[in-house]
Nanobody, 124 residues
Framework: VQLQASGGGLVQAGGSLRLSCAAS????????MGWFRQAPGKERECVAA????????YYADSVKGRFTISRDNAKNKVYLQMNSLKPEDTDVYYC??????????????????WGQGTLVTVSS
């Protein structure tokens, strides 16, 4: 499985961005997907995750009510809509795929496949 994240960029505080992650492979609909972010010197943090059919989602407390994760299994894509962005949202964002867990993982370890990361910069 190969993952390609895109959509990052520079935005002012209060603005919005939509990240996309395109996945290769015919079994995308079997994977749980997550968006993680990592600042230099910090651990990778799960921002949002979504189950294989979209029936279950997770959001970090810091983004609840502002970010929305969604997926389109027909297009092999997962999205992260980010609204009301804050300077503290500045990070490199990674999409990841978990093929085997029977739960919606929010730690990095269960995710087997990772995209290359896309930089989100929020100016104050």
């Amino acid at each position: 499985v190969q993952l390609q994240a895109s959509g990052g960029g520079l935005v002012q505080a209060g603005g919005s961005l939509r990240l996309s992650c395109a996945a290769s492979g015919r079994t995308f609909s079997s994977y749980a997907m997550g968006w993680f972010r990592q600042a230099p010197g910090k651990e990778r943090e799960c921002v949002a995750a979504i189950s294989w059919n979209g029936g279950m989602t997770y959001y970090a407390d810091s983004v609840k009510g502002r970010f929305t994760i969604s997926r389109d299994n027909a297009k092999n894509k997962v999205y992260l809509q980010m609204n009301s962005l804050k300077p503290e949202d500045t990070d490199v964002y990674y999409c990841a795929a978990d093929m085997w867990s029977s739960w919606l993982a929010i730690q990095p370890a269960p995710y087997e496949y990772w995209g290359q990361g896309t930089l989100v910069t929020v100016s104050s």
